[in-house]
């Protein structure tokens, strides 16, 4: 519970710059309760009216009068009340995802690399709609509720103390039928939150690789396995629903109990007299018997959004525990790298990804100014990580990296990573134009200087051909291209900032032999002068590179140009006679 109220302070605390909104939701509950006490009220005086001594025609029409302007009046300020709260709950949830998203942005690549992306992905989309239905729309309901339950107590004792204790006396019982219920439900409703987010996950992870899916005939598989996690999650969520579709009848039942006393003690006033006249007036007993049902409605519409308010509970504390994650540490007090000559110096680097698993151990390496460096290596040798240490996506666990003689880590990640162009393996495109995917990396550069970046990459020509040229739209993921067209795009994007460090994760893998020859020797002029890395499985595009690294387990083991590893006939010979038998 003390966790529960924490995240529910914590919610309420995203609303305080819209306190003049809260103000304007605060004082028309109070005007919309008002006039919902004050409307029975006006009827019973219409009706001892009506009954006492014949019927006052101009009293009844003054009341009738009276009532349809109070009620003009309280349908204005519920629907001001409505308003207000939409415009409170909707800016807040708004500015949660702002931060949320921003937060995400500044995430160390440790966290995103371990995270399933769909449950990431349902805590900014799902888990804040919840909360927005759930929690914060509650909040309207519970406080009008509490007023007019708190009102109507005291207009009752203003009319007959003896009606009011008996509706007092059986109050506790709806409240603890209420209470029962929801400390039983809550834990369905946090499970239920967590099982969504897997399921989303799922989803996710499945809908990307679907091509794969099907190349390996794995549906059935596949659907097997979505059937268990939608089977766990129709559990939880069929027993969060069973509690919560509890809670409205068993109060429902004790409230109808609240009224059918009030009938029975006010009818036997009304025939019990005092000294000169009736306890209860039939007026006062009509009163009463409204407030009775105006009573108990707060009990139901306060239980009914209860089922809601757990399930957003669950799902603030997702949301919460996201941002709660840490960010990158904050280096914006360190040296900005303005003058890159593209000369790095690795010593004795260390690095690994679990503590009790090295991966990288005292790893050596002096690159020049302007030198294009290779690195080869069978799979899981460390090149991808290499690259990830350069480019400060992780830090070094052990030894340093500098570029220009500055440690890396005294200098900002912005700067460090501005002096970089990467081409990676896997081509990414967002949803828009081609014009403005090429133009990501530099959004003032002219059309002359997009096209000339891609005729040097090789796209020109395929994009030529689209009836809207560069002004075509791409989907997301750039999945109406191939491939192939795709990672030209992605060449294109890099070629266009001219960095004076270069890095090509497997940057041709997905190009055909014939565009690969093609556009080689582009690579190869735009790397004159800068400083390159080439991480490679097709060594035939690495001869001319000025050194190759070999690395195995975390080391560099062989290191030279291509003739002067040939010449060796160590694991790089092995690793080149594996592609090129006649080499």
């Given at each position: 519970?003390?966790?529960?109220?924490?995240?529910?302070?914590?919610l309420?605390?995203?609303?305080?710059?819209?306190?003049?909104?809260?103000?304007?939701?605060?004082?028309?509950?109070?005007?919309?309760?008002a006039?919902?006490?004050?409307?029975?009220l006006?009827?019973g005086?219409?009706?001892?009216d009506?009954?006492?001594?014949?019927?006052?025609?101009?009293?009844?029409?003054?009341?009738?009068?009276i009532?349809?302007?109070?009620?003009?009046?309280?349908?204005?300020?519920?629907?001001?009340?409505?308003v207000?709260?939409n415009?409170?709950?909707?800016?807040?949830?708004?500015n949660?995802?702002?931060?949320?998203?921003?937060h995400?942005?500044?995430?160390p690549?440790?966290?995103?690399?371990?995270?399933?992306?769909?449950?990431?992905?349902a805590?900014?989309?799902?888990?804040?709609?919840?909360?927005?239905?759930?929690?914060?729309?509650?909040?309207?309901?519970?406080?009008?509720?509490?007023?007019?339950?708190a009102?109507?107590?005291g207009?009752?004792?203003?009319?007959?103390?003896?009606?009011?204790?008996?509706?007092?006396?059986?109050?506790?019982?709806?409240?603890?039928?209420a209470?029962?219920?929801?400390?039983?439900?809550?834990?369905?409703?946090?499970e239920?939150?967590?099982?969504?987010?897997?399921?989303?996950?799922?989803?996710?992870?499945v809908?990307?690789?679907?091509?794969?899916?099907q190349a390996?005939?794995r549906?059935?598989?596949?659907?097997?396995?979505?059937s268990?996690?939608?089977?766990?999650?129709?559990k939880?969520?069929?027993r969060?629903?069973?509690?919560?579709?509890?809670i409205?009848?068993c109060?429902?039942f004790?409230n109808?109990?609240?009224?059918?006393?009030?009938?029975?003690?006010?009818?036997?006033?009304?025939?019990?007299?005092?000294?000169?006249?009736?306890?209860?007036?039939?007026?006062?007993?009509?009163?009463?018997l409204?407030?009775?049902?105006?009573?108990?409605?707060?009990f139901?519409?306060?239980?009914?959004?209860?089922?809601?308010?757990?399930?957003?509970?669950?799902a603030?504390?997702?949301?919460?525990?996201?941002l709660?994650?840490?960010?990158?540490k904050?280096?914006?007090?360190?040296?900005?790298?303005e003058?890159?000559?593209?000369?790095l110096?690795?010593?004795?680097?260390?690095?690994?990804?679990v503590?009790?698993?090295?991966?990288?151990?005292?790893?050596?390496?002096?690159?020049k100014?302007?030198?294009?460096?290779?690195?080869?290596?069978?799979t899981g040798?460390?090149?991808?990580?290499?690259?990830?240490?350069?480019?400060?996506?992780?830090?070094?666990?052990?030894?340093?990296?500098?570029?220009?003689?500055?440690?890396?880590?005294?200098?900002?990640?912005?700067?460090?990573?501005?002096n970089?162009?990467?081409?990676?393996?896997?081509?990414?495109?967002?949803?828009?134009?081609?014009?403005?995917?090429?133009a990501?990396?530099?959004?003032?550069?002219?059309?002359?200087?997009?096209?000339?970046?891609?005729?040097?990459?090789?796209?020109?020509?395929?994009?030529?051909?689209?009836?809207?040229k560069?002004?075509?739209?791409?989907?997301?993921?750039?999945?109406?291209?191939?491939?192939g067209q795709k990672?030209?795009?992605?060449?294109?994007?890099?070629?266009?900032?001219?960095?004076p460090?270069?890095?090509?994760?497997?940057a041709?893998?997905?190009?055909?032999?014939?565009?690969?020859?093609?556009?080689?020797?582009?690579?190869?002029?735009?790397?004159?002068g800068?400083?390159?890395?080439?991480?490679?499985?097709?060594?035939?595009?690495?001869?001319e590179?000025?050194?190759?690294?070999?690395?195995?387990?975390?080391?560099?083991?062989?290191?030279g140009?291509?003739e002067e590893?040939?010449?060796?006939?160590?694991f790089?010979?092995?690793?080149?006679?594996?592609?090129?038998?006649?080499?």
């Amino acid at each position: 519970m003390k966790k529960n109220r924490s995240t529910l302070f914590r919610l309420v605390s995203y609303t305080r710059p819209y306190a003049p909104l809260a103000v304007v939701s605060i004082i028309c509950a109070m005007v919309s309760v008002a006039v919902s006490l004050l409307v029975p009220l006006l009827t019973g005086y219409a009706i001892d009216d009506m009954i006492e001594g014949g019927v006052k025609f101009d009293k009844v029409f003054k009341y009738i009068y009276i009532l349809i302007a109070m009620i003009a009046v309280g349908a204005l300020a519920q629907w001001l009340l409505t308003v207000s709260t939409n415009a409170l709950t909707f800016k807040t949830v708004r500015n949660i995802r702002n931060q949320l998203f921003a937060h995400i942005n500044k995430l160390p690549l440790k966290y995103i690399d371990t995270k399933q992306q769909g449950d990431i992905i349902a805590r900014i989309s799902s888990d804040i709609d919840q909360v927005s239905e759930g929690l914060l729309q509650g909040f309207t309901q519970l406080f009008s509720g509490v007023m007019t339950i708190a009102a109507t107590i005291g207009m009752l004792f203003y009319i007959n103390w003896i009606i009011a204790l008996s509706v007092l006396v059986l109050t506790p019982l709806s409240l603890f039928v209420a209470s029962f219920i929801t400390k039983r439900s809550h834990s369905t409703f946090a499970e239920q939150a967590v099982k969504r987010g897997e399921i989303s996950g799922y989803v996710e992870e499945v809908f990307t690789g679907h091509k794969l899916v099907q190349a390996f005939c794995r549906e059935e598989e596949q659907q097997t396995e979505f059937s268990e996690l939608n089977a766990q999650l129709y559990k939880c969520g069929f027993r969060s629903q069973f509690y919560g579709a509890l809670i409205n009848p068993c109060t429902r039942f004790v409230n109808n109990l609240v009224y059918a006393s009030v009938g029975i003690v006010g009818a036997l006033l009304c025939f019990k007299t005092g000294f000169s006249a009736p306890l209860l007036k039939v007026g006062d007993l009509s009163v009463c018997l409204m407030y009775a049902n105006q009573y108990t409605k707060p009990f139901n519409e306060i239980t009914g959004v209860i089922t809601e308010i757990q399930s957003a509970v669950a799902a603030s504390k997702r949301i919460f525990a996201l941002l709660d994650e840490e960010e990158e540490k904050d280096d914006s007090d360190n040296e900005v790298l303005e003058q890159c000559d593209g000369a790095l110096d690795l010593s004795r680097v260390k690095f690994r990804y679990v503590e009790d698993k090295p991966l990288i151990e005292n790893l050596n390496l002096n690159v020049k100014k302007g030198q294009k460096i290779a690195i080869v290596g069978p799979t899981g040798c460390g090149k991808t990580t290499l690259i990830n240490l350069l480019m400060r996506f992780y830090d070094v666990t052990g030894g340093s990296i500098s570029v220009s003689g500055k440690d890396v880590r005294s200098i900002t990640r912005h700067s460090l990573r501005d002096n970089f162009g990467m081409v990676l393996q896997e081509s990414w495109l967002f949803e828009g134009t081609i014009r403005d995917n090429i133009a990501y990396g530099k959004a003032d550069a002219t059309q002359e200087e997009i096209i000339t970046a891609a005729q040097l990459a090789g796209a020109h020509d395929f994009i030529d051909k689209f009836p809207d040229k560069y002004d075509t739209m791409l989907v997301e993921n750039g999945d109406n291209l191939s491939q192939g067209q795709k990672q030209l795009l992605c060449i294109a994007r890099i070629m266009l900032t001219h960095p004076p460090m270069l890095i090509l994760d497997e940057a041709t893998s997905s190009i055909d032999t014939r565009t690969e020859m093609k556009i080689q020797q582009t690579f190869y002029t735009i790397m004159q002068g800068r400083t390159s890395f080439i991480v490679a499985h097709r060594l035939s595009t690495i001869r001319e590179c000025d050194v190759i690294l070999v690395m195995k387990d975390g080391n560099i083991i062989e290191q030279g140009n291509h003739e002067e590893l040939i010449a060796k006939k160590g694991f790089y010979h092995q690793l080149y006679n594996s592609q090129f038998q006649n080499g």
